[in-house]
Structure formats: structure tokens, C-alpha cells
């Protein structure tokens, strides 16, 4: 029915990514639809059962086949458009901020790219896991965008390239948002900005890595020595795969955090699915904000 659109689709596309499917291929790894048909011993999920799968590829089409045991059921009062925005992004900033980053009720999140859809994501969980959250984004619209998402605060950094005394600068302001510094930094950016929010953390910080579009940084190691902070990985899908009882578990809390009205993604745009290459051109672009659909009615 609907196909969540995400950055590692824009990777595989440019043979960028961990992994490379063989040509001709669809991108989509995140999907919602009904099942129509279950192979032999499946007993997670049924025919006629709403739900969700992640792919890796494929999923911007009329019809997939998937592993069942990446195939979940949807609550019934969530729609397939926000059923396809939810688990790739949901999963990936809980499992990070949960399982990774441990985040603590009161301490500071700061969250690099944080108008994109696992930004916003780790805006609401943030919050619901009591965290004090600063958003940081490259324009105006974007930092209302996070605010109105629950950010309690927001830093706009430089579009592109940044000099030596605007990476300090940007340090200082990323400081002073986050009240002395970041006790969690989740990165979906890289890039040049990533070395003046490593600059930002506090003692026994922990810096999550998410995302590239802005390209691999290379930080200097020195400052996780001075802070005695750990740079950590997020590597959701594989997760998935290697430890699925802790992903079933993480769904469950999300899918309860979703009725509660804590947690619901932000979808900004819709395309058809013979639009589907113009929804990821608009995230490769990095215009978009929140989430995008595309849709196979």
C-alpha cells in the first residue's frame, strides 16, 4: 500500500551503501501493505493481516516478498502511510537512544539533522524518554519544524563548508543551547559537522552515529579522550537481523508509545509510486523535511 522513503535508499541507488543489490533493482526498504500470501511454517503472520516489513530494497512496488520474520502487524487504527513512515526511522532512533546511547530521563540530547525523518523521531522519543532535546538544522523553517516536532531548543548551523572559526563557533553555540553540553549527539549528518558536537559533549558523553549525506568526518580522536566519551555505532538493520528478540520487544514499545500519541511520523509530501524517483531526489537534495510516502494507489 505505501512505501517509506529514507536516505539509505539514495545510497544503494548511488552504490554507496553497506550493501549492493544486483541491477535492475526498486529501492523502498520500509513498506505496509496487506499479505496476501504466507509460505510454509510461517505462524508470525497471516493472510488478510495488516502490516509492516523492512526490505533493505524492493519495496516500491505493487507487490514484495519478504522474510516473515521482518514482517510485523500493524495496531488497526494505524493508517499505511504512517505505517511506512514508522519503522525504519522509529526503530533506528529508539534502538540508538535505547540500546546504544543509553539516554537517561534528564539529561541533554543534542541531534544533528534534526528536521529529517529519524531526526524527528529522536525528537519524539527524546522527549518521551525525558530528555531535554536541542535540534540542530540548517535553516529557519527547519528549527521551527523541530520545535513544533518538541524540541525544547534549536541551533542552525552553516548549509555547506564550514571554516576553522565557524566550527568553533558552532561548537560554542551547541554549548550554550545544550547548557554546558550534550550528554547523547545523535548524528545523521557527518560531515564537517561533526567534529564541533563532539567538541559540544559532556564528561562520558556518548556519540551516536546514524548518517552520512553530509559526507564520512573524521574527527580527531584526541577529544574522546578529553571527554572521556565513546563514539558509537547504529546499525539498525543489521540489529534487526542479529538480535530480533530485542527488535520485537523495541516494536512493542514503539507501537505503545504510537497509542499513546507520543510518537507519529510527520509525513510532509506523498508521491505516486511512478513519482516514487522524485521523493528521493527531494531527499538527496536534502529539502525535505519529516517524512515521505510513496503510495501504491
Not at 541507488?13 to 513498506?31: C, L, N, S
Not at 547548557?179 to 559532556?202: F, I, N, Q, S
Amino acid at each position: 500500500k505505501a512505501a517509506g522513503v529514507n536516505f539509505p535508499d539514495a545510497l544503494i541507488i548511488e552504490d554507496k551503501y553497506q550493501f549492493k543489490p544486483e541491477r535492475p533493482f526498486a529501492p523502498g526498504g520500509e513498506i505496509a501493505g496487506v499479505i496476501e500470501s504466507v509460505g510454509a511454517g510461517v505462524a508470525n503472520v497471516k493472510v488478510g493481516q495488516r502490516v509492516i516489513g523492512s526490505l533493505g530494497w524492493g519495496g516500491m512496488a505493487e507487490k514484495v516478498k519478504a522474510q516473515a520474520a521482518r514482517v510485523l502487524p500493524i495496531p488497526d487504527a494505524m493508517p499505511f502511510d504512517e505505517a511506512s513512515a514508522f519503522i525504519l526511522t522509529y526503530g533506528t532512533s529508539y534502538y540508538g537512544l535505547k540500546d546504544r546511547g543509553v539516554l537517561k530521563a534528564g539529561e541533554t540530547l543534542l541531534i544533528l539533522g534534526a528536521a529529517g525523518g529519524v531526526g524527528v523521531a529522536a525528537i519524539e522519543l527524546g522527549k518521551a524518554m525525558g530528555a531535554r532535546v536541542v535540534a540542530a538544522v540548517s535553516t529557519e523553517d527547519k528549527a521551527a519544524f523541530a520545535k513544533a516536532a518538541g524540541a525544547d531548543d534549536a541551533v542552525i548551523y552553516p548549509a555547506s563548508g564550514m571554516s576553522k572559526q565557524q566550527s568553533k563557533d558552532l561548537a560554542e553555540a551547541f554549548k550554550k543551547a545544550c547548557g554546558g553540553g550534550a550528554d547523547v549527539v545523535y548524528d545523521a549528518v557527518g560531515g564537517d559537522y561533526c567534529e564541533p558536537a563532539l567538541r559540544a559533549m559532556k564528561w562520558n558523553g556518548r556519540y551516536l552515529v546514524i548518517g552520512f549525506p553530509a559526507g564520512i568526518p573524521t574527527p580527531p580522536l584526541n577529544l574522546t579522550l578529553l571527554k572521556s566519551s565513546s563514539i558509537v555505532g547504529v546499525f539498525w538493520g543489521a540489529s534487526v537481523a542479529r538480535e530480533p528478540d530485542l527488535h520485537k520487544g523495541n516494536v512493542r514499545d514503539l507501537f505503545k508509545l504510537y497509542a499513546e500519541g507520543k510518537v507519529k511520523p510527520r509525513i510532509s509530501a506523498r508521491y505516486p509510486l511512478r513519482e516514487g524517483g522524485k521523493a528521493i531526489r527531494a531527499l538527496m537534495d536534502r529539502t525535505a523535511t519529516g517524512k515521505l510516502v510513496v503510495t501504491m494507489e
